[in-house]
């Protein structure tokens, strides 16, 4: 069984991938593709390179993230291409991992984290369930300024880039509650991953 888990910022995404994996879940976590297809030599940081210039390196030809950031913080059409670049390759990646999990592991449940998932649903369509990581909009906002260290309109802003959690918890089809305790969560996990072994 392939699920599908994400949820907002700060929501505790990680927290409720890592319980999953202690369970057995084999995980896949688009984050840490996103930083593989941007190291010196991948194909992806050259076509990135091409697009903005040779000003987005450091000096030992790693990416220069802040340089890049500034860049398209401020300019949408630049976002905009470098989602052009590099959105493909993470979401081909994904699919090959998973293609071998399933040939390695087969009947394993494997857990594919992706932050935007609910805004490119159909580019998944491996992916058999939906799981949103959930709190109020409140929690999110004060769990966020406390983690990074950023005041409230900064936490508004990132926020507001992001799909409401609202929504998002109207789009899946499990929402595990995470604003309460860790064992509230730990036990939503254990109904979740009973399902997951029982539907492998």
Known sequence: MNIGLTGG???????VSSMLVEKGALLIDADVIAREVMLPGHPVLLAVTVHFGQEILLADGSLNRKRLG?????NPSERQALNEITHPAIRQEIR????????EHPGQPVVVDIPL??????????LNTIVVVYV?????????MERDGISKEQAEARLSSQLDIEQKKQLADIVIDNSGTL??????VDKLWQRMVREA
């Open 117 to 126: 998932l609910l805004e490119a649903r159909e580019e998944y369509p491996y």
């Open 9 to 15: 910022i700060a929501t505790g995404k990680s927290t």
């Open 70 to 74: 500034e860049i398209i913080f401020h």
């Open 96 to 103: 090959r991992r998973v293609q071998a999990y399933e040939r």
């Open 183 to 188: 064992a509230d969560t730990e036990q939503q």
């Open 136 to 144: 109020p909009r409140e929690v999110q906002l004060q769990r966020l």
